[in-house]
């Protein structure tokens, strides 16, 4: 049972435009969020988080939207650029050990020129 | 600022070997999370070290150790290695209870 969901594999979108990465999640106890994304080769990189108590995060071409009631979070990328094609990882962690993040399958975003 | 590497990049292996990694944290950092990422999946969490202990771990059977030395550098061991080990093991580093957690490149291992 996946405690979080990444329920699009890829993601494809022309540079310029918006990028839009969902992620939900199942287990109320979790109380912060990141975004990591990852080039081939390459260890995940930190891109952005969120407390739960928060709604939105902001950094620049990036912005986290957290929905608590639905148990959902999205990370906005605008203007999408090449340099943007990774695959992205969302993360939760629920207060414990701080090394203990629930990671989801990730979503490869494509962005072309 | 010195991020986090890790040793060897690359590595394979037969079913029923043992096998060592490394992992050197971040300058700074004293506490040190491995990760196992599987083709397809995302990172899942193997264990966490601090001051040199174990301090939680995911479900990964016993024969997933690690150890972690005074200088914050970490190695995790794997015994009786199975086909299903093949994967990309990802340590990460931070302060202790601080987020976020920060990745290494990874060594990928492939048991054959």
């Known amino acids: 049972d996946q405690q979080v969901k990444q329920n699009s594999p890829s993601l494809s979108v022309q540079e310029g435009r918006i990028s839009i990465l969902n992620c939900d999640y199942t287990?109320?106890?979790?109380?912060?969020f990141l975004w990591y994304k990852k080039y081939p080769a390459e260890g995940p990189t930190f891109l952005i988080s969120i407390s739960s108590i928060k709604d939105k995060n902001e950094d620049g071409r990036f912005t986290v939207f957290l929905n608590k009631s639905a148990k959902h979070l999205s990370l906005h990328i605008v203007p999408s650029q090449p340099g943007d094609s990774a695959v992205y990882f969302c993360?939760?962690?629920?207060?414990?050990?701080?090394?203990?993040?629930?990671f989801g399958k990730g979503t490869k975003l494509s962005v072309k020129p | 600022e010195t991020g986090v590497t890790q040793s060897p990049t690359h590595l394979i292996k037969t079913r029923g070997q043992q096998v060592t990694l490394r992992c050197s944290s971040q300058?700074?950092?004293?506490?040190v999370s491995w990760y196992q990422q599987a083709l397809g999946q995302g990172p899942q969490f193997i264990f966490q070290y601090y001051r040199e202990e174990e301090n939680g771990r995911g479900n990964f059977p016993p024969r997933f150790s690690g150890l972690q030395f005074p200088n914050y550098s970490s190695e995790l061991n794997v015994n009786a290695l199975e086909l299903d080990d093949s994967a990309l093991y990802l340590c990460a580093s931070s302060l202790k209870g601080v987020l976020p957690i920060h990745f290494g490149p990874g060594t990928r291992l492939l048991v054959l």
């Open positions: 287990n109320s106890m979790f109380d912060y």
């Open positions: 993360a939760a962690f629920d207060g414990g050990s701080q090394g203990n993040l629930i």
């Open positions: 300058s700074g950092h004293n506490t």
